[in-house]
């Protein structure tokens, strides 16, 4: 089965930090995605890579920045936190393969900024 | 990526068909159709894909309409299980889409 793991189920931080969320999956994935999901608004995407050192803006990139040094791991940095950065944050990865269309997610953050 | 839209919420009976409909009336000729659903409390799951063809795999089946501008998910026999938000999106590949608000399907005893 595929697994993609995320490093924290709840995470709490104040205004300002720089708040980082991890990712992992060990599938040998090309793909990896961050989206935050917000009632309402549904799943966003915020960042997405194809590659290692490669990455591309979503639909919200605003305020969040990625890094992918190692194939199986995908950050978000959210270089200042803010209040309105209080979400529920997913991780997702799918294989590069033209024929496989299905993302496996993580099973999300939900990040709390004070 | 085309808009889809959904009914907010449905209601169906444990062992009936559950009917999820979907409009993507603006889709473009290389967007497949996609479904995912999502537990409460976890990462959405996918369940099943097309292009033109119906599709049929071990969770649903997939009816989408000649013209491209619909298609409904069928759950032949739905459980408490799957109570759950379903998304229908549209896109040319997996990944670099937006999930919309979906529909919230109960599944009563």
């Known amino acids: 089965d595929v697994k993609v793991t995320q490093s924290s189920r709840y995470l709490v931080k104040r205004t300002g930090e720089k708040v980082f969320l991890e990712c992992v999956q060990d599938m040998d994935h090309e793909n990896m995605f961050w989206y935050r999901q917000d009632p309402g608004l549904g799943l966003r995407l915020i960042y997405f890579s194809y590659d290692v050192k490669m990455k591309e803006k979503g639909d919200i990139p605003e305020g969040y920045s990625v890094s992918r040094e190692k194939k199986e791991r995908f950050s978000l940095i959210l270089e200042s936190a803010s209040t309105n950065q209080t979400s529920m944050y997913l991780c997702a990865s799918s294989d590069a393969d033209r024929y496989s269309y299905e993302q496996y997610f993580g099973p999300g953050t939900r990040l709390t900024v004070t | ?109």
Request: aromatic share 8%; with cysteine; proline share 6%.
């Open chain 2, 1 to 109: 990526d085309a808009k889809t839209t959904q009914p907010p919420s449905m209601d169906c009976a444990e062992g009936r068909a559950a009917n999820l409909p979907c409009n993507h009336s603006t889709i473009s000729g290389n967007e497949y159709v996609y479904w995912y659903r999502q537990i409460h409390s976890q990462g959405p799951q996918y369940i099943i894909h097309g292009l033109k063809n119906n599709e049929t795999n071990e969770m649903a089946s997939l009816i989408i309409t000649e013209d491209r501008k619909s298609s409904t998910l069928i759950l032949p026999h739905a459980t408490l299980r799957d109570t759950a938000v379903y998304y229908c999106i549209s896109s040319p590949h997996a990944g670099k889409s937006t999930f919309g608000d979906g529909t919230t399907l109960t599944v009563k005893p």
